[in-house]
């Protein structure tokens, strides 16, 4: 599944296609759920070249002089560019790409092409979308930002993984990278997000910003130490001891019983 550092891989890709004339466009039905109705990218776009490459959390933006077309790309989106795709896999994806799973292609005035490819179908395109709903991005994150991203204004808040996968408060976190970014922080998944003491809050911002940035030079968010223990009877890889399994925050989530208890 593609998180944060998926799409950063993809905004690289992209920066191919910058000052290329977009000379066609087209989008699938479900992919252009992600457009206000009436909007017609094929009628708008053409004529325009992308001149700017940006990402926001798992938001991919391109730039025209005009609007910024939106690329999300769900559970199993990727993109591809002249035939080359921003990674050779994803975790859960199906480790091919095949014309029926095209959902949204930009063709260039010089005949090279720009595919949005999902099997799964959740990918979606938007014009001008809204950043402004975004937290802070989570490769640039600061300590001030995670502490304010943790906090509530009555109460305990919402487990500690919620509060990660939440795109308003931090962009970018997924479910891979937020079950090892915890396993490595030795923080239980379902504390509270209030209930970290300053030193925990600066090792979990020490934990996140080293996971990412470790995992990037890896190949993806798939490439965790903690992955091989996200299965049934699975031992955790520092101690030995059994993982637990539990959905947090609406998603399967993996700890130890030992150092995450």
């Given amino acids: 599944m593609p998180e944060i550092l998926e799409i950063e891989y993809y ?28 909007v017609d990218l094929a009628a708008i776009l053409p004529g325009l070249s992308f001149v700017a490459a940006r990402r926001r959390g798992k938001l991919l933006v391109l730039d025209t002089e005009g609007p910024s077309m939106g690329l999300r790309f769900g559970m199993t989106g990727g993109l591809l560019l002249d035939g080359v795709a ?14 029926r799973w095209i959902r949204a292609r930009v063709t260039f005035a010089d005949g090279g092409e720009l595919l949005l490819h999902d099997p799964r179908r959740l990918g979606r395109v938007s014009l001008d979308p809204d950043e402004g709903a975004l937290g802070p991005d989570a490769l640039s994150l600061s300590i001030g930002e995670l502490r304010t991203a943790l906090a509530v204004r009555h109460g305990e808040g919402p487990p500690i993984k919620a509060r990660l996968l939440d795109q308003s408060k931090i962009a970018g976190v997924g479910n891979l990278l937020a079950d090892e970014i915890l396993w490595r922080a030795s923080i239980d998944p379902r504390r509270p997000s209030t209930s970290l003491s300053p030193a925990e809050l600066r090792l979990l911002h020490r934990h996140l910003r080293s996971t990412l940035d470790q995992l990037f030079e890896r190949g993806g968010s798939h490439t965790g130490d903690h992955m091989e ?23 399967t989530t993996w700890w130890c019983s030992a150092h995450q208890a």
């Fill in 86 to 99: 921003g990674i050779d896999r994803l975790r859960y994806g199906p480790g091919s790409y095949e014309p």
């Fill in 229 to 251: 223990a996200r299965r049934p009877q699975g031992r955790c890889p520092k101690d030995g001891a059994a993982m637990h399994r539990a959905t947090i925050g609406g998603r």
């Fill in 11 to 38: 905004r690289q890709l992209a920066e191919a296609a910058l000052e290329r004339e977009i000379a066609a466009v087209w989008v699938d039905e479900l992919a252009s759920r992600g457009l206000e109705p009436g």
